[in-house]
Structures are given as structure tokens and as C-alpha cells.
């Protein structure tokens, strides 16, 4: 049962990989669009191909977590008090790259727009890069744990 | 009411982890927002599409316009209903390890159903939302028909883990104290299920219906009383309208659900000091920490009467339990006065809800010219001004609920097997919770603030335009797809 959980958990993180993943990309794409008005066009069409699928992409995120919890609740548990600091400037991250993103598309003056695809690129670097490095953490604070060192847990 | 708020933060600080209070406050205050866009979530779908039905089946373009511009404002809800939702499910982790840690494998079913659904909510909102234009208008309103159905089991999700919560069973504990033996359908159904989901439905509707009627009553009191408004308002309206009377006989239902399940919540809710019969009704009023009641007028035998139809119902008092497994005097004040503010409200929309249903049975006469109408809409301003302020009083009634049922359960977060204080994380210092919350509270509000700018400055370029002010030459093209015409054929990018 642990192993078809854990198989599960290994496909739903490879689908967010992919799916949000390509939204991170964009968010990047869209960053180093540059400063021309010109460059307005990549932005609509990473508006044109992100809006109907991003919320699709971003529930295999929630559904990744609502496996761990639900299959290995020990661990969740630990990961988040462990890696709370990066977890949580990640949330952070999340915020701001979905305001980014649903507040350009009304703004139609060009400064307004720039600085709010400022803010949705800034946080599709930054997000992705938390998560990874909670995602690293894990093999470590693993060892520590197999070999008996306590990991900040609630419940000692 | 300063003074029993401050005694209220004092007892939390004083008796729990310095982690618990910034926690509370950060996840309360997610929650409060998140749970402003769910009745979009849960009822705008349904609403939207018996007014896309209506503008299919009369061939009516005002009909099929509303029913556009309502699916825009489902696309915006749910958008930020996705990230909000996903912030939640990162606080568990973040902000309550020692409840996800140790139940997360009992009642972690519930938001598996719940993102399933989300999943099936997304594609069919996505084709639903871009099929204006390329799908044929029959094609497209069926695709969109399982939208309500869908939010429908998403909210049972959420619900049967939260029911869980309040009335947990369907495991056993072993030798040290951890549940084993999971029973998932009884984990799924519990006793608190039932009454909670209905109750939360019809508040949605509620919220919904009224809500959005509420917008197209406001522009009926400015003076634009053409068919679009008077569609606007009378479809959620209607809506919201038939969902309140029902609400009233199922809120009657969780209150004795609650009587029995939790007796000590209900005891919160009508302030019941000492287990006793022919217990009266306090409206509004303070409980004294010595068990008193001050303030508020006092009805004789009404609380038995509700718990068990006769006056001498015996009620479970505070007193009970011991004072670590009760909600302190002032809590259970604040759940009495979240509970009475959600009782009254309800009532108001029900009698604003006869108003409506009588004028339009009755019909009306023009004056001028004789002609009957065999259904029409009130004709006074009062009622129009109580149906603005309708669709704000229904979402404080729904946050009253909230406060309600989860403040009513305090000090547990699993009834009667963990408290708060020991779900609470204890990886980082109160001040890194306290900063988090801050930032949050910061983002959220800048986002409202934000709205309302640009909300602002639509509407003043709407004026500029009738004014026949240029347009900045920075401006870029309208794209097509915000045009409003529903259906037809679409201009090539």
C-alpha cells in the first residue's frame, strides 16, 4: 500500500514538474522579455497560453501535498517544521506570482503592466527555487534521521 | 467589548505556546478570506447557468450577456480561490505539524476528494469559460452543466474533513495513544456530516444568490431599471429566496446535531453556565466569569424548548468539563454573539425573502395605462435598499457561522482528542509566525486595495469616455476575447 502511495506521490510531483514547471518557465521567459514595448507581444502570448491550464497545473501542487499528508503524515509534518523558513517565503511567492499574473491582464497602461509582469516573473524565479531547495533538504535531514538525530518535530 | 477582547487574548497568551496566538490569527484570518470567494465557488455555476439557459431557451442576448460576464467573475474567483486554497493547504504543514503529523492519515481522505474534484473543476471552468466562442451554444452550456455537480462533492470533501474534526471517529487508538484501524466511510460520514454540509450549501447559495442580486439592486435604486437589471436581480434573487427558508428548519437541525455532539460548543453558543432544565435564551449579552450573564433580554425555557421541544430538556452546561476543556467566559461570548448575529441576519433575509415572494405572486398595475403585470418585482425603494445591503449581511452570516462552529470548539482542533496548543508548530519562534502573518495580512490588503483602485479607475474612464475625453495614446487594444458578445463567430489573432 506505502509503495503504491508513494508511486502516486511520484507521479503527481512529476506532473506539477511538468505543468507548473512550464508555468515557472514562462514567468521567466515573460522576465527576460525585456523593457520595449515590443515586448509586449511575448507577454501576451504567455498570457495566451498560460490562462486556460495554470489553475489545472497548480492543483497537482495541492493534490501533492494532500497524498503526502494523507500517506505519510509523519513526514509532512517534519519536511514543514523543518524547511519551514524557505516553505513559507514560497507561499509568499505563490501569492505574489498569481497577483502578478491576474493583475496585468486589466492594466492596460504599459508602466502599470510592466511592473506587474515585474512582480509575476521576480516570483516564478524565486518560488521554484524554495521549493527546491526544501526538496534538497529532504535527503539530508533523511540521513539525520535514520541515524537518530531528532529533526525539529512538534512532538519531539 | 475592548475589555473582554483584551481578557480574551490575555487567557490565550497566558495558557498555550507563544506559537498558538500568531498561528490562530494567520490561519483564521486565510480562512475568513478564503471562505468570502467559496459561495462563489459552490453556487455562481448553478446561477450562471439557469441564466444561460434562460437566454438559449428564449433566444435573449441580455440573458446570454449576464450569463457572460457572470462566467468572467467565476474565472476570477476561482483563480484566486486556487491560490488562497493552496496557501491553506501549505499552512497544515506550516502552522499545525502536530495535527497533520498524527490524524493526517485519518482524515486526509476528505481533501483527496476535494482535489479531485478541483482537478474536474478546473478543466470543465477552463472549457466552459473559452467555449463562449468556439463551441457551438447547446455544446457549450452542457459542458458547462456538470460545473454545480462538481462543486458540490468539492465542498463534501472539505466538509467531511472538517465534520471529522468536530465529531471524530472511524479509528482506534493503539497502546501509545496513535490512531490505527482506519475505517474510511466512517471517517468520511460522521455524525456532524449531515448538518454541516447542507448547512454550509444553503449558506453558499445563499451568499451567492443574494450577492450577486445585491450588485443589480444598487443599479436599480440609481436609476437604471431596464430588463438587464431587472434579469440581474431577479434570477440570484430568487435563487437566494427560496434557499433561506430551508436554511432556517436545517439551521434548527445543526443546532440539536450540535446539542448532542457537542454539547459543551452548544452550552458556548447560548451561554449555559451550569447543566440544568427550563434554561432560558439570552439575546446578545456577556458572561461574567463567575457565570453570570449581564446585558442582553432573556427569554425563559426558549433554550430547552430548541434542544429537546419540551421546557425541561436538561441542558450540558459549561461547568461540565473542567475549565482546560472548555471555551473560557469570554471565547464563549464571542461564539454566542458570532451565533446570535448569524441567527437575526438569517431571519431578515427570510422576511426580505416573503416580501419578494409575495410581490411577485401578486403582480402589479400601471397607473397610467392599466396594463397588469401577472408577476413584477416590489415596487418600493425600501425593499431595493434592504436587497443592496442583502448580499454583505449574507456573507457576515456565513463568517458568523464559521466563527461559530470553530471558535465553539475551542480549546480542540480534533473534538475531544487534541488541543491546539499541541497541533501548534514549535519549529520556529512565535516571531517568525508573527511575521509571516504580517506579510500576509500586507499582501492580502494590498490585493483588495488594489481591486478597488482599478476598479476605480474603470469607472472613471467610463466617465472620461462619455465625456469625450481622448483616450492616452499608450493604451493598448481591447483584445477580442473581453468583448462582450456571447456567441459568434471569432476574429482570427
Excluded at chain 1, 102 to 108: E, I, L
Excluded at chain 2, 44 to 54: G, H, S
Aim: positive net charge; contains cysteine.
Amino acid at each position: 500500500m506505502q509503495t503504491v502511495i508513494a508511486l502516486v506521490l511520484l507521479l503527481a510531483v512529476a506532473a506539477y514538474s511538468c505543468g507548473g514547471g512550464t508555468d515557472y518557465g514562462a514567468g521567466i521567459w515573460d522576465l527576460l522579455a525585456g523593457r520595449h514595448e515590443r515586448s509586449d507581444r511575448h507577454r501576451t502570448l504567455v498570457d495566451y497560453a498560460m490562462a486556460p491550464v495554470w489553475e489545472v497545473n497548480n492543483v497537482w501542487l495541492v493534490f501533492v501535498l494532500v497524498v503526502t499528508w494523507t500517506g505519510f503524515p509523519r513526514v509532512f509534518a517534519d519536511v514543514f517544521s523543518a524547511a519551514w523558513v524557505s516553505l513559507t517565503l514560497a507561499i509568499f511567492g505563490l501569492i505574489l506570482r498569481g497577483v502578478g499574473f491576474a493583475f496585468r491582464k486589466p492594466v492596460r497602461h504599459f508602466t502599470g503592466r510592466r511592473r506587474w509582469s515585474t512582480v509575476f516573473g521576480v516570483a516564478s524565479i524565486l518560488t521554484p527555487f524554495f521549493f527546491a531547495a526544501t526538496l534538497g533538504g529532504i535527503p539530508r535531514a533523511g540521513s539525520l534521521w535514520a541515524a537518530g538525530t531528532a529533526i525539529c518535530s512538534p512532538r519531539g | 467589548m475592548t475589555g473582554c477582547l483584551d481578557a480574551c487574548v490575555l487567557e490565550v497568551v497566558l495558557a498555550q505556546p507563544p506559537q498558538t496566538l500568531p498561528a490562530r490569527l494567520q490561519m483564521a484570518f486565510t480562512l475568513m478570506a478564503h471562505i468570502i470567494l467559496v459561495p462563489l465557488g459552490v453556487a455562481l455555476p448553478f446561477i450562471t447557468l439557469v441564466m444561460n439557459y434562460l437566454g438559449l431557451r428564449r433566444d435573449d442576448r441580455t440573458a446570454l450577456t449576464l450569463a457572460r460576464r457572470w462566467s468572467m467573475v467565476m474565472a476570477i474567483q476561482f483563480a484566486v480561490g486556487v491560490v488562497s486554497g493552496t496557501i491553506l493547504s501549505f499552512e497544515f504543514g506550516l502552522l499545525w505539524p502536530g495535527l497533520m503529523g498524527t490524524w493526517g492519515g485519518v482524515f486526509g481522505t476528505g481533501f483527496g476528494i476535494e482535489a479531485w474534484a478541483f482537478f474536474l473543476e478546473a478543466i470543465l471552468l477552463s472549457i466552459y469559460l473559452y467555449g463562449w466562442r468556439r463551441l457551438p451554444p447547446w455544446t457549450h452550456f452542457w459542458f458547462g452543466v456538470p460545473l454545480p455537480a462538481v462543486a458540490l462533492l468539492g465542498a463534501f470533501g472539505i466538509l467531511a474533513a472538517n465534520a471529522w474534526m468536530h465529531s471524530p471517529r472511524g479509528f482506534r487508538l493503539n497502546a501509545a495513544g496513535e490512531p490505527t484501524d482506519v475505517d474510511v466511510w466512517r471517517v468520511l460520514f460522521t455524525p456532524m456530516l449531515g448538518p454541516q454540509y447542507w448547512h454550509f450549501i444553503l449558506a453558499a447559495y445563499m451568499a451567492a444568490g443574494f450577492g450577486v442580486a445585491s450588485v443589480y439592486a444598487v443599479g436599480w435604486l440609481r436609476g437604471r431599471r431596464d430588463r438587464y437589471h431587472k434579469l440581474g436581480f431577479t434570477v440570484p434573487f430568487t435563487v437566494g429566496a427560496i434557499a433561506a427558508p430551508v436554511q432556517i428548519v436545517v439551521g434548527d437541525i445543526i443546532a440539536r446535531a450540535t446539542f448532542h455532539e457537542q454539547p459543551v460548543k452548544y452550552a458556548a453558543m447560548a451561554l449555559v453556565w451550569r447543566t440544568d432544565t427550563y434554561v432560558p435564551e439570552y439575546v446578545f449579552g456577556w458572561l461574567q466569569p463567575e457565570g453570570t450573564v449581564s446585558g442582553g433580554p432573556r427569554i425563559p425555557w426558549l433554550n430547552s424548548m430548541l434542544a429537546g421541544f419540551t421546557p425541561d430538556t436538561r441542558v450540558q452546561g459549561l461547568t461540565s468539563v473542567p475549565a482546560s476543556e472548555r471555551p473560557s467566559p469570554a471565547l464563549a461570548t464571542f461564539v454566542h454573539t458570532a451565533f446570535d448575529v448569524m441567527v437575526i441576519i438569517g431571519f431578515l433575509l427570510l422576511a426580505l425573502a416573503a416580501w419578494f415572494a409575495i410581490a411577485w405572486l401578486r403582480g402589479s398595475r400601471d397607473p397610467s395605462s392599466g396594463t397588469r403585470r401577472r408577476h413584477d418585482l416590489p415596487r418600493s425603494a425600501w425593499f431595493f435598499r434592504c436587497a443592496a445591503a442583502c448580499g454583505v449581511a449574507a456573507v457576515i452570516a456565513l463568517e458568523a457561522g464559521w466563527i461559530t462552529t470553530e471558535v465553539g470548539r475551542q480549546p480542540w482542533v480534533v473534538y475531544g482528542h487534541l488541543k491546539v496548543a499541541d497541533a501548534v508548530t514549535r519549529s520556529v519562534s512565535a516571531a517568525a509566525i508573527w511575521t509571516s502573518f504580517a506579510v500576509i495580512v500586507l499582501i492580502y490588503t494590498a490585493i483588495a486595495f488594489v481591486t478597488i483602485l482599478c476598479r476605480l479607475r474603470t469607472e472613471w474612464r467610463k466617465a472620461d469616455a462619455e465625456a469625450g475625453v481622448t483616450e492616452p495614446a499608450e493604451r493598448l487594444p481591447v483584445p477580442a476575447e473581453e468583448s462582450d458578445i456571447p456567441y459568434g463567430p471569432r476574429e482570427e489573432p
